[in-house]
C-alpha cells in the first residue's frame, strides 16, 4: 500500500479518510489559514495531455464558482506531480449512503427533507448551466444539523474520462438516466431522473433497478417499469408515488423540466403531512394521505374540474369518518360525538379546498364558471356569474422561496404565514407579495394572471450588499491595487475589507504578468480567493531588432524569452523596424510551459 504524504502544496495531510477507483481522500490542515479542508487527489496524470487538463480546468471553474448552502464549497483547483486535486470544506455528518447500509433511522418528514434540499442545491447548479451527471447517495452529505450538502458534481470523473475515455459515459449504472446511458448529451433532466431513483431507494429501502450485472441494470433503466413506490412502501401518500413516478419517466420530456418544480411539489407534500385532523392525528398516512395526493395532484396540473374534484373529497371526507368513528369510541346512538368529528374533518377539507382548489382557475372549462357549491355552470350573467366572480375572489396561490421561512406579505398585510405555504392572494386587481426574512433583502412582486392560474410562484432571496472581508492568496507574492492605486503591498496572501460601490480590485505582479481582476460578490460577508500556480512563457522572435511586448508591458528585443507567467490569457505582440506587426493570444496554464513564435 503507498503511503500516505505528509505534505500536498501548502496542506498537511492529517488523515486518510477513503480510497476509490479516482481518488484518494484526506483530512488536510491548510497551513496559511489555519483550517481543516478535505483534499482530495486524484489517479490521474495531466503532464501526458495539455489539452485535457484544460478541459477539466474548465470544468472544475465553473464548479468551484457555485456558491449554495447546499452545495460543498471548493476553495482550490492545484496540482502535485502532475496530477491534479480538489481542496472542499470539511464537513462533518454522513453520506446518505452510509445512513441507508447502516439502517439509520429518519422519519418521512426527514427523507422528505433531504430530497428538498438535494432538488434546491440542483436547481441552483443547473441554473448556473452545470450538471452534476453523478447524483447517488455517496454524493450526498447530511450534516448533524440536517443540512445537505452536494459532492463532487463530476468533477473526479471528469478528469479521469478527460485523459482515458474521452466521449465516454459518466455515472453510476444504478442512478442513471437512459439518455446518459447511450451516452447522449444531458441536461439537468438526467439529474433529476437520479434524484428520483435516490428518493424511491430512501422511501422504500430498494432500488427501482436492480440486476445481477450493470449490463441488467442497464437493461431495465432503458426498457422496463420499475414496481410502483407503494408496493414497497403502501402507507406512503400516492402524491410520493406520482412525484417519483414523473422523475424517473424514461422520456425526458416527461419529467421535471426544473429541480425546482421538483422541489415545490416535496415541499407541498411535507406541508399536508403537517395538517393537523381532528382527533389530533398527522395527516400522513391512509384515506387522508390519499386525500392530500389528491389535492396535490389536482394543484400542480391536472385538468379535472373543481367540481370532480369537491366529490372525490366529500367521497374520502367520508372514509376519514368511517375509519375515525371506531377509534373514538363512537356508536349509534352517540350522535353528538359523531357530528363532533364530521365538523372537525369538514373543517380540514373545507380549508384545503379554500386554499388549495378555488385558487386553481385552470381547473373550470373555457366558457363556464365556478358556483359557491363548487360545481361547473355555463356564465349567462345575473346570479350565476356573480357567484363565479364570489369564487374567483377566493382565489389562492402557493408561494416558496429559497431560501425558505421567509415572511409573507399579500396586499400589504401579513398573513401569518412563511415560505412555502398557499396563501389567499384577495381582491382586486393588484397582488402584490412581499418576502422578508432575516439576513435577506426584502422581496416585493407583483404577481401576474398566468402565475395565479398556475397556483404557484417560486423567488430566491438575495443577502443585501454590506461590507466583504476579502482574502487572496496565492503561492507568490503579488500587490492589490483598486482605482489604480496599491491597496495592499506585495505578499502572498492579502485581507482586506471592501464596501459596496468601491472599484473593483486586481491582482497585480509585473514581472510575474499577473494582472488579474478579482471578482467581489457583496452579498457574501467574507469572500476567499486562491490564485493559480505559475505556469511558464517562452517566446521566439525571428528578427533581433524586433521589440516584443506581453500585455501591452515592454520587453525590449531579444531574440528568446524565458519567463514565469501567472495563469491566464496573455496578449503577445511584435513589432519590428520594416513596418511587420503581430500579436497573438495565448494560454497559459498552471504548472506548464506555453510557447509563442513569430
Known sequence: MASIPTKIGRYDIIELVGRGGMGVLYRAR????????????????????????????????????????????????????????????????????????????MTLTEKLDVAIQLCEGLGYAH???????????????????????????????????????????????????????????????????????????????????????????????????????????????????????????????ERYARASEMAADLQMVKMMLDLPLGNGEKASTGNTGKLNATLIREKTGSAATAAALNQRMRGSAVAAVADAAPRAGVEDHSRKSLVWIVGAIGVVVLGILGYLVFGNRSSAPAGASTTAEGTSAPASGGGEANAGAAASSDASIVISSSPSGAAIKMNGVDTGKVTPAAVPVGTGSDHVVELSLAGYDTMTASLTDAEITAGKREFRLSRPAGPVRLTVSAPFPFELVQGGKVLSAAATTHEVTLQPGSAAVTAR?????????????????????????????????????????????????????????????????????????????????????????F
Open 127 to 253: 441554473e448556473q448551466g452545470i450538471v452534476h451527471r453523478d447524483i447517488k447517495p455517496g454524493n450526498v452529505r447530511v450534516l448533524e444539523d440536517g443540512t445537505v450538502k452536494i459532492l463532487d458534481f463530476g468533477i473526479a470523473k471528469f478528469a479521469v474520462n478527460s485523459v482515458t475515455q474521452s466521449g465516454s459515459i459518466l455515472g453510476t449504472p444504478s442512478y442513471m438516466a437512459p439518455e446518459q446511458v447511450m451516452g447522449q448529451p444531458v441536461d439537468g433532466r438526467a439529474d433529476l431522473f437520479s434524484a428520483g431513483v435516490l428518493l424511491y431507494e430512501v422511501l422504500s429501502g430498494k432500488k427501482p433497478f436492480t440486476g445481477d450485472a450493470p449490463t441488467a441494470v442497464v437493461y431495465q433503466i432503458m426498457h422496463v417499469e420499475p414496481p410502483p413506490i407503494h408496493d414497497a412502501a403502501p402507507e406512503l401518500p400516492e402524491a410520493l408515488n406520482e412525484i417519483v413516478t414523473r422523475a424517473l419517466a424514461k422520456n425526458p420530456n
Open 509 to 597: 505582479n509585473r514581472e510575474l504578468l499577473l494582472n488579474t481582476p478579482v471578482s467581489v460578490d457583496f452579498q457574501r460577508p467574507r469572500l476567499e480567493v486562491t490564485l493559480p500556480a505559475l505556469g511558464g512563457l517562452t517566446i521566439y522572435s525571428s528578427g533581433e531588432t524586433c521589440s516584443i511586448t506581453v500585455d501591452g508591458q515592454d520587453l525590449g528585443f531579444p531574440p528568446i524569452v524565458r519567463k514565469p507567467a501567472a495563469a491566464g490569457t496573455h496578449t503577445v505582440a511584435i513589432k519590428c523596424p520594416d513596418g511587420k506587426t503581430d500579436s497573438r493570444r495565448q494560454a497559459v496554464t498552471a504548472g506548464q510551459t506555453a510557447t509563442v513564435t
Open 30 to 105: 491548510d497551513r496559511m489559514l489555519e483550517r481543516d479542508v478535505a483534499l482530495k487527489m486524484m489517479h490521474v496524470d495531466f503532464s501526458v495531455d495539455s489539452a485535457a487538463r484544460e478541459r477539466f480546468e474548465r470544468e472544475a471553474k465553473a464548479v468551484a464558482r457555485l456558491q449554495h448552502r447546499n452545495v460543498v464549497t471548493i476553495h482550490e483547483l492545484g496540482s502535485a506531480d502532475g496530477s491534479p486535486y480538489i481542496v472542499m470544506e470539511f464537513l462533518g455528518g454522513q453520506d446518505l449512503d452510509v445512513r441507508i447500509r447502516d439502517g439509520v433511522p
